[in-house]
């Protein structure tokens, strides 16, 4: 059975109902509907219990409107009331903050960190492009700007699409992680990640550099590797029996510390001078930039002779290298046929400066860090003393003295 009555302008409708023999009853309001358009009822014991959550209901109504009309006064007349759905968002906001900061707190550090304070926007692979490009302007090396593009370019993949200002220290450092390779790799892509943003910070694209709180790792000093005397007459025997075409390139790189990427690539043969003895590395050929003289050794002199040409680069072969390291059967170090130049050398002429200078050192700290492993007075001789085969002989000549 039910019955209704009115009470200020709402309906309670008292229900009575029988379970089991038990008789009950329901005085049920409702309130209304919610955004969604779903009614909102409640049912109470007693209609005197109806009527108070009546009148509990009128004045949250009635503040709420005056709260309301207070926010709009304090924000401005013409700003729409708050919906439900921005109540809610502030409601998880709070939440989020967890008592750490208020919305407007965090409001005006998004806006702060991801509005670009004045230069424009750029997503992340705009950025490193336009570095690039202003590395390039400010005549470095194309091998120093092909490095920075190759460096970043799993960075660009993962992030390139997001905002300049949209990247946080947290991200970088998940990357980092990411990313193969020992320590040495990990500094290189950190400082070229710092540089990036460096540059977007004095441009006015973002405000902070994220990658500045990234600390440098301590990178672990390890032994450059050197061949052997034994690894240098195998990987030339090898040359001369199945590759001869790149007996030029590997004896610049052995003899002279020709450095293997970049250098080799733009070096050309009328900058080779045999009547005086010298190779000239332009600062167009130089990783570096800076112009540099190496003097051709007796052995350098052997074995590129009978391979001279008037002008263009020594052959190279990616596949042909491969073949000789392979069957030759020598432990392969990058930069180790540099590495043994630079070993060797101090180790045959005792003048730490002259070894520097002919691989483009600008101090010694490098070469002894770095590109420098102690071999032993005799090993160096037999180093130097290493010749090329007679064109019928086919074997490599040892001799006492370079």
């Known amino acids: 059975m039910t019955t209704s009555a009115a009470f200020e302008g709402y309906t309670i409708s008292k229900q009575e109902t029988t379970v089991k023999g038990t008789a009950y009853t329901r005085h049920v309001v409702c ?36 709260t309301q009309l207070i926010l709009q006064k304090r924000i401005g007349e013409k700003s729409k009331r708050l919906t439900t759905d921005n109540l809610l968002d502030a409601a998880q906001g709070l939440d989020i903050l967890m008592g750490r900061s208020t919305i407007t707190e965090a409001a005006a550090f998004y806006v702060k960190h991801t509005t670009p304070p004045g230069g424009g926007r750029r997503t992340v692979k705009e950025l490193v492009d336009e570095y690039a490009q202003s590395r390039e302007k400010a005549n470095r090396s194309p091998f120093t700007v092909r490095d920075i593009e190759q460096t970043l370019a799993p960075f660009v993949r993962a992030h390139g699409e997001m905002l300049a200002t949209e990247i946080q220290t947290a991200e970088i450092e998940r990357w980092l992680d990411a990313q193969k390779g020992g320590t040495a790799r990990r500094i290189k892509r950190r400082n070229y990640i710092v540089s990036i943003f460096n540059y977007a910070e004095k441009r006015r694209y973002r405000v902070g550099n994220p990658g500045s709180a990234i600390e440098m790792p301590t990178a672990v000093k390890s032994r450059p590797h050197v061949l052997s005397v034994a690894d240098v007459y195998a990987l030339l025997e090898h040359t001369e029996a199945h590759e001869p075409r790149m007996i030029a390139y590997m004896a610049l790189c052995l003899f002279a510390g020709v450095r293997p990427v970049g250098e080799m690539q733009r070096l050309d043969w009328r900058d080779i001078d045999f009547t005086n003895r010298e190779i000239f590395i332009s600062d167009a050929t130089s990783k570096t930039g800076d112009e540099r003289i190496i003097k051709m050794t007796d052995a350098l002199v052997a074995w590129l002779s009978p391979h001279r040409q008037p002008e263009g680069h020594a052959f190279y072969s990616r596949p042909a290298f491969e073949r000789i390291r392979k069957s030759a059967g020598v432990r392969w170090v990058k930069d180790c046929m540099r590495h043994s130049f630079g070993s060797y050398h101090l180790a045959q002429w005792q003048n730490a400066g002259d070894t520097a200078e002919q691989m483009g050192h600008t101090g010694l700290r490098l070469l002894f860090n770095h590109y420098r492993r102690a071999v032993r007075k005799g090993d160096a001789e037999r180093f130097w003393g290493i010749r090329p085969a007679s064109a019928a002989g086919g074997v490599i000549q040892f001799e006492a003295t370079a």
């Not at 014991?45 to 949250?60: M, N, W, Y």
Request: with cysteine.
């Open 31 to 66: 309130f209304g509907a919610d955004p969604s358009g779903k009614r909102i009822r409640q049912s109470f014991t007693s209609e005197a219990k109806a009527r108070a959550a009546i009148c509990d209901f009128k004045t949250r109504q009635a503040t709420n409107a005056a």
